[in-house]
């Protein structure tokens, strides 16, 4: 995992923030590979409630964690009762790390 444990904070923290502490994380992606260089940060948060503005929270937490870990790319992808699952989801949860 291509995440320092002070990065890994910052995430859960800003997650745990926006969206409550029983909010998982996963990080998905190029990120997993040890031996790459670069990449954007990709993260499934799944969520045990709904959510109103899905796509206002995402792209909020995306600016928070720009604006804490610097400018950098991070996705963000959600999961919470009641929003479509997409191929996305399922490629994220087998295999994504949790954080």
């Not at 997650?15 to 909010?23: C, M």
């Not at 969520?47 to 964690?65: R, S």
Request: hydrophobic share 40%.
């Amino acid at each position: 995992m291509r995440l320092s444990e002070h990065e890994r904070a910052v995430v859960c923290a800003a997650v745990a923030r926006r969206f409550g502490p029983q909010a998982e994380v996963l990080l998905f992606g190029s990120r997993i590979d040890d031996a790459p260089r670069g990449g954007d940060i990709d993260l499934l948060v799944e969520l045990p409630h709904p959510i109103d503005d899905p796509l206002a929270q995402a792209v909020g937490l995306e600016v928070d964690l720009m604006r804490e870990l610097g400018e950098r790319r991070i996705d963000v992808l959600l999961a919470y009762p009641g929003c479509r699952e997409q191929p996305i989801h399922r490629m994220a949860r087998a295999g994504g790390q949790r954080l």
